[in-house]
């Protein structure tokens, strides 16, 4: 998603965040732009007249229009699309194309369309077909209770052994993961939990319960990866965990005892993962967790109001805002994390009197960076995009993407989760005062 979860698995069996890959981008334009087969011009210099800027309803809209128009026959999603290189560049990513479903589904309970619903109904089924079965045998268990997972040295080695004899996972089972390849060093995490939130999101939505035997599969598969008295394993193939899987099953699971809250082994794990995540992410925002962990939080903290919610929503707030911003000259989206700041705005709201400067700060960063995302949007009916002093973007495959979120001011390339990201931080935004809690069926 920036989320995006994000990454590839080397040979190693190490995680590598495609961060780095994507900042070389704007070095390797240069030479690309002598190649391409088609006009990618960046403009400098010039006077263009203004043109009216659409509402922010309008906006959404849009975008939602091209998600939809960029499903595929399979469920999935058009995933990128490089202007330059006139093709998709990146392998596919299941995490992400999972969050397009939970976020279409958090859109449809903010405003309920047909075709969106057809759309989630499509990627859920895909998603189920996608599914692999896993469990975890009685050794397995006792071996991860002793806390053999969480030992920092010979790492390589443990996770060599336990694959050797078995101990990794058991590819039957109760619950499922979900994987592109039929893999399961692959059947990433993140996306068996956010697709157990886009089913979930979707039947209480829609009071309709066909995926319901998936949803119970997705939770046991996600509960099978989870490292005790710490967060979550990157896939079944692997020991690590990271940050971006840690807040998406904690939001997942947060949510799911929100729908069923008499499951008296979700509020168990809960207590235990929370106090967890909350010392390990306490000053950490730079990971990928912020925006899914404020999230869960403030879940956590309508369902049990608890103080420690509301500190950890306001502390994680504060370290964002005085973080230091990296590179804030590529103009790069920054919806991800504007999820979570919406997030922590509408909590700071409904406490005023916690911490009144606080949510000035947040609300000013939200309009600023807003202001900076809304920019990166592919207008309709046009090859064309003007970006401001001087910068243009020029391509007759724009109009393919209208709608769409590109992932930074200098950079060509669009990807499907940054305009989902934005899909949710704007729905988020369109409705600050709403409980994030969704009604019981």
Same mark, same amino acid.
């Given at each position: 998603m920036r989320h995006g979860p994000e990454g590839t698995i080397g040979a190693s069996g190490r995680f590598f965040d495609r961060?780095?890959?994507? $900042?070389?981008?704007?070095?390797?334009?240069?030479?690309?732009?002598?190649l391409a087969a088609i006009t990618v011009t960046l403009v400098l210099g010039g006077i263009t007249?203004?043109?009216?800027?659409?509402?922010?309803? $309008?906006?959404?809209?849009?975008?939602?229009d091209y998600l939809l128009a960029a499903q595929l026959p399979s469920g999935l999603f058009v995933y990128d699309f490089d202007f330059v290189a006139d093709r998709s560049v990146e392998p596919d990513n299941i995490v992400r194309q999972a969050g397009v479903a939970y976020f279409l589904a958090e859109y449809y309970r903010h405003a309920p369309d047909s075709r969106v619903r057809h759309a989630i109904e499509a990627t859920l089924g895909r998603l189920g077909e996608l599914s692999l079965p896993i469990g975890k045998s009685r050794w397995q268990s006792a071996l991860e209770q002793t806390g053999l997972l969480s030992v920092p040295i010979g790492r390589y080695k443990l996770r060599a052994a336990l694959e050797r004899f078995g101990l990794l996972y058991r590819p039957s089972g109760d619950g499922k993961v979900i994987s592109l390849d039929g893999k399961y060093a692959l059947a990433l995490t993140g996306a068996v939990a956010v697709a157990l939130l886009a089913e979930m999101q979707?039947?209480?939505? /829609?009071?309709?319960?066909?995926?319901?035997? &998936?949803?119970?599969?997705?939770l046991e598969g996600l509960l099978s990866l989870r490292i005790p008295r710490r967060g979550f394993r990157i896939s079944p193939g692997f020991i690590d965990d990271t940050p971006f899987f840690d807040g998406e099953g904690w939001l997942a699971l947060a949510y799911y005892h929100g729908v069923f809250p008499l499951d008296k082994k979700i509020?168990?794990?809960?207590?235990? &993962? $929370?106090?967890?995540?909350? /010392?390990?992410?306490?000053?950490?925002? /730079?990971?990928?967790?912020?925006?899914?962990?404020?999230?869960?939080?403030?879940?956590?903290l309508e369902q049990t109001s608890d103080s420690r919610f509301l500190s950890f929503i306001r502390a994680q707030a504060r370290t964002l805002l005085d973080a230091p911003r990296r590179d804030e000259w590529r103009g790069d989206s920054s919806c991800a994390h504007m999820e979570g700041l919406a997030v922590a705005a509408r909590v700071l709201r409904a406490h005023p009197d916690v911490d009144r400067l606080l949510l000035e700060k947040v609300v000013a960063r939200l309009n600023e960076e807003m202001e900076k995302n809304r920019a990166l949007q592919i207008p309709p009916n046009g090859g064309r995009m003007?970006?401001?002093?001087g910068v243009q973007l020029i391509s007759p495959r724009l109009r393919d993407f209208a709608g769409a979120f590109l992932v930074g001011r200098f950079r060509a390339y669009t990807r499907v989760d940054e305009t989902a990201h934005c899909v949710s931080a704007m729905t988020k935004l369109a409705q600050p005062d709403r409980s994030i809690r969704a009604p019981r069926p």
């Open positions: 961060a780095t890959a994507s $900042e070389r981008a704007p070095a390797r334009a240069g030479a690309r732009l002598l007249l203004a043109a009216a800027q659409p509402t922010d309803q $309008e906006r959404l809209q849009q975008a939602v979707y039947y209480q939505a /829609t009071i309709d319960n066909r995926f319901g035997s &998936l949803r119970s599969a997705w509020t168990s794990v809960l207590e235990d &993962l $929370e106090a967890y995540l909350m /010392t390990r992410y306490a000053n950490d925002v /730079t990971t990928g967790f912020y925006q899914w962990g404020t999230m869960a939080a403030a879940l956590r003007v970006f401001g002093d």
